[in-house]
């Protein structure tokens, strides 16, 4: 499971004006809109082909987003899940620990090493 975010704003490009003048780029809008996903990728089993299942969300992702995410993707998928995380700090939330360890039978969580160059 991994998380993604994508902006609307309107993004800034060479524009045309006379020499002389400044090019003026307007954008629609004066509201930033982000909208985040959870994502989960499900490996095959048996007959069944790999499987992506994703949760979309306005603005940022943290624990509870993160929970709801679990949840969806667990009642979703219909089986146990063996969640491999980096060390996104809502991934490692008190609130994430909570509902992990009170679904022992739902969720086996691994968390990858941290970044190190060699």
């Known amino acids: 499971m991994d998380e993604t975010g994508h902006s609307f704003w309107a993004r800034a490009a060479r524009s045309w004006a006379p020499v002389g003048h400044p090019a003026t780029v307007r954008r629609v809008g004066r509201m930033k809109r982000e909208v985040s996903s959870c994502v989960a990728l499900v490996a095959p089993v048996g007959r069944r082909?790999?499987?992506?299942?994703?949760?979309?969300?306005?603005?940022?992702?943290?624990?509870?987003?993160?929970?709801?995410?679990?949840?969806?993707?667990?009642?979703?998928?219909?089986?146990?899940?063996?969640?491999?995380?980096d060390r996104l700090q809502a991934h490692r939330s008190a609130e994430v620990k909570r509902f992990v360890d009170a679904h022992p039978?739902?969720?086996?969580?691994h968390l990858l090493p941290p970044y190190r160059p060699t």
């Open 49 to 85: 082909g790999p499987r992506l299942y994703a949760r979309h969300f306005v603005g940022s992702i943290h624990a509870r987003q993160v929970v709801q995410s679990l949840r969806s993707f667990r009642r979703r998928i219909g089986r146990p899940l063996l969640v491999v995380w």
């Open 105 to 109: 039978r739902d969720f086996q969580l």
